[in-house]
């Protein structure tokens, strides 16, 4: 009996949306709060309900980045509800690395009382991939940094590889961040892909496991998986490889 293309798309499909259902956490997003993202924290938890996830992290971004909240918002992690519409909510962060020591754009007695902790650059002055690399090491380096966001881009080059060694090394996740992969301007970007494949490699050899994030800067990229998951087979993946239940980051925070 020959199998038709349409077939062969609708077993791709179902078989992307079985590893996508085991994936139970979304760890990196953005609200309104963050002066670029278009929903609120109610319509993100909404939305994480409605997809069946049992945890995401609300990661709104430092206050280097124009239009981010100021220092207050992230002292107010005790007014924050940790479970809205069955979804346990954890308060973060994506904070910005600023300069050569690696330094974050938040004291450390606010990071401290954060739920989790995403570093990353944005608009960082490239330093040349050396010294990027040292400055993201001690950013990995930070007792209370706990996943480092889009080590790979292209904005700032960084020897992936030592990077992801360090991370390994700190017990500090780093992410594979779903936007990439439906985003044209970036999915397009080969030497980026490369860098990808790399981390996983290095992932991989220490038998370690990574983070799957959207990214989200609406509720409607909660999630948004799919993309990046039909690439599984060519980058080497499977679920096994990242972390994946509320259980799982509750374990991996308490260490």
Not at 73 to 95: N, P, Q, W
Not at 125 to 142: P, W
Not at 156 to 172: L, T
């Amino acid at each position: 009996m020959l199998v038709t293309s349409y077939q062969l798309l609708k077993n791709m499909q179902e078989q992307t949306q079985k590893i996508k259902d085991k994936f139970k956490i979304d760890l990196h997003m953005h609200t309104i709060a963050s002066g670029h993202a278009f929903s609120t924290l109610d319509e993100m938890a909404r939305e994480a309900a409605d997809k069946k996830l049992e945890m995401v992290a609300i990661t709104d971004h430092g206050p280097f980045v124009p239009g981010a909240p100021v220092e207050t918002y992230f002292r107010c992690g005790d007014r924050f509800s940790d479970t809205m519409h069955g979804v346990r909510i954890l308060f973060g962060i994506e904070a910005n690395i600023l300069n050569m020591n690696g330094e974050l754009d938040l004291p450390e007695f606010i990071l401290q009382k954060l739920d989790i902790v995403i570093a990353g650059f944005h608009d960082f002055k490239d330093l040349g991939i050396k010294k990027n690399t040292e400055v993201m090491i001690s950013a990995i380096k930070n007792p209370y940094v706990n996943i480092i966001s889009h080590p790979y881009i292209s904005s700032v080059e960084v020897d992936i590889e030592k990077v992801s060694e360090a991370a390994i090394e700190n017990n500090v996740l780093l992410e594979i961040n779903a936007s990439f992969f439906y985003k044209k301007n970036k999915a397009s970007d080969k030497k980026v892909y490369e860098k990808i494949k790399k981390m996983i490699a290095v992932f991989k050899k220490h038998n370690k496991k990574m983070i799957l994030t959207s990214d989200a800067h609406s509720a409607s990229e909660i999630k948004k998986f799919n993309e990046v998951i039909e690439k599984f087979p060519e980058l080497g993946l499977s679920e096994s490889d990242f972390l994946l239940t509320k259980e799982d980051i509750l374990e991996f925070l308490k260490k």
